[in-house]
């Protein structure tokens, strides 16, 4: 989808201290969370989420690493291995291709013809509960079927999951439940169908472990409280950056003057208690209100900062950062004050995490950018976020040369969407790629921003995502990436619209990124948000 004229305004910011079990007192509690005088504690909570062990997309950058079959002299008769995220996989009369009639969900997918089959050289570890498969009739040939097989003791001997299955036009979900524990493997056979070719793409493999705290893990702690910001006029013009909001204020616009926008409060109508697994995102009003009412679903505690309340950390106040695990900030649209941006640094620095989300803009605010629109300078101050994140990075007093590793470039790009995600072995990044909310595999931009990074000013900055014509691990165009600062976690992603539920004010224009949007589909943003909201709380 194409992001509007006057883009949304969103602030994020995750972060905290881990929340301990004494700490049960907090200052300014309101009636409605629980008690008026008392926090609840941080406990672990095993959340219903199967953990994604493995996917596979076969998205292999700007080369096929086979593009022929297993006819002499150009394949072996055994089928050739290929290395694909790291891991070891044998194509017997099968490649990877990208032609016009491959059917795919990203750049690349699996073709296989004859009886040729797709199996993986090792060993899931934690074993397998369900996968989920999509394959199509490779544009012109007829169907044919495929079934799914798997090996518990190292391929010596398979075993057939669920029925064959047969092919149609355009890719279609399989899904097979295995429910093995222990070490095992998969093998994709094509049945029927003679010469005719299919193919595959997009394997995900649920693990079977019983959960888990590590990366893929199924255990969440609850009880950790998100503060997401509204003080820096994350409402302003078309945006509407927010969890909830009751009231209306004037805001001013771009174009000069003011517009009447929803204005949030501190707790969000009605009550967080009549939350359940079944509760629509629309039980508040905000374009932000799926993500919150996820996390109370997770058993986690969410609240605002309303506009007019200044940013502290270590001042006692109700709302200052020592009380909260999380602070997420979308698009912030004014500059951070000199005392918020120390507030904000030792904040992270003392074990907090903050959520960092830009937006598009150009190398100058004034005019428009490469797509005709207003750079996201929504109020018309000079500053849009990309410039509010840069301005804190290297305008805090506290260090001023990029601490958190990047910098914001000032462009516009958009990206329909990237399957160029880190395959590496960081915990941190498995973590959020792979975590409790399933695997965030692909990333849709809609105008948004990339960033560079600087590992040489903080090493353990770790790109997430990058732009599918950017080299996979580099330091170019990123487009989400984690690192570490002190004892906390810092998060950035360069776009909104991936947080966007398409619900909100109704006076902005709004779409839904969060579930996955059309025309790109098949994106996996709410895994990626909830995720690194998590691992910013130190809840997984």
Not at 70 to 85: A, H
Not at 173 to 190: D, H, W, Y
Not at 298 to 309: D, I
Not at 496 to 512: E, P, R, V
Request: proline share 3%; aromatic share 8%; with cysteine.
């Amino acid at each position: 989808m194409l992001k509007f004229t006057n883009p949304r305004l969103w602030v994020l910011a995750v972060a905290a201290t881990a929340m301990m079990a004494t700490s049960c007192q907090k200052n300014g509690e309101v009636a409605g969370l629980k008690d008026a005088n008392t926090e609840p504690t941080a406990t672990s909570k095993t959340i219903k989420t199967l953990a994604v062990s493995l996917t596979q997309g076969f998205e292999v950058g700007s080369t096929s690493p086979k593009t022929a079959y297993d006819v002499s002299p150009t394949g072996s008769s055994s089928g050739d291995n290929v290395t694909l995220s790291g891991s070891s996989w044998n194509l017997y009369d099968a490649l990877i291709g990208n032609l016009a009639a491959d059917q795919r969900a990203g750049s690349w997918s699996a073709r296989i013809r004859n009886t040729g089959k797709i199996t993986m050289l090792f060993d899931v570890t934690t074993g397998i509960s369900t996968v989920t498969i999509k394959s199509a009739t490779y544009s012109g040939d007829t169907p044919s079927t495929w079934g799914l097989f798997y090996s518990t003791n190292g391929g010596s001997s398979w075993a057939q999951s669920g029925s064959a299955i047969t092919t149609t036009a355009s890719l279609a979900t399989s899904t097979f439940t295995i429910t093995q524990t222990g070490n095992v493997r998969l093998e994709i056979r094509k049945l029927t169908g003679g010469s005719n070719r299919i193919n595959i793409d997009d394997i995900t493999v649920n693990d079977n472990a019983g959960g888990g705290t590590g990366g893929g893990g199924g255990t969440v702690i609850a009880g950790k409280k998100f503060l997401f910001d509204a003080s820096h006029l994350e409402n302003a013009g078309s945006a509407d950056w927010q969890i909830d909001a009751d009231g209306t204020e004037q805001v001013a616009i771009y174009t000069g003057g003011t517009t009447t926008e929803t204005k949030a409060q501190r707790i969000p109508t009605p009550s967080y208690t009549g939350i359940t697994a079944s509760t629509s995102e629309t039980y508040w009003k905000g374009a932000l209100s799926a993500w919150a009412v996820e996390l109370v679903k997770k058993g986690e505690l969410v609240e605002t900062l309303p506009v007019g309340t200044a940013i502290t950390y270590g001042g006692g106040g109700a709302q200052d950062l020592s009380n909260y695990d999380v602070f997420i900030v979308c698009e912030p649209n004014r500059l951070f004050t000199a005392s918020e941006k120390t507030a904000l640094m030792n904040f992270v620095a003392n074990g907090g995490g903050l959520f960092m989300i830009a937006d598009h803009t150009a190398a100058t605010t004034a005019g428009t950018d490469a797509n005709g629109y207003n750079p996201s300078d929504r109020d018309g101050d000079g500053y849009d976020s990309p410039r509010v994140w840069n301005d804190l990075m290297t305008n805090n007093g506290i260090n001023n040369n990029n601490p958190f590793g990047f910098s914001v470039n000032y462009v516009d790009i958009n990206e329909s969407p990237s399957t160029n995600v880190y395959t590496g072995t960081n915990a941190n990044a498995q973590k959020v790629l792979n975590g409790a909310a399933g695997a965030a595999s692909k990333m849709a931009f809609y105008d948004g921003s990339t960033a560079t990074l600087f590992p040489t000013n903080n090493s353990s900055v770790q790109g997430l995502f990058w732009r599918n014509s950017a080299t996979n691990g580099g330091t170019a165009n990123a487009m989400a990436l984690l690192a570490t600062y002190g004892s906390g976690r810092v998060v950035w992603i360069g776009d909104s619209s991936d947080a966007d539920d398409g619900t909100g004010d109704t006076g902005d224009n709004l779409f839904n990124g969060w579930s996955g949007d059309a025309p790109s589909g098949f994106t996996s943003h709410s895994a990626f948000h909830l995720n690194a909201s998590y691992w910013l709380a130190k809840a997984q």
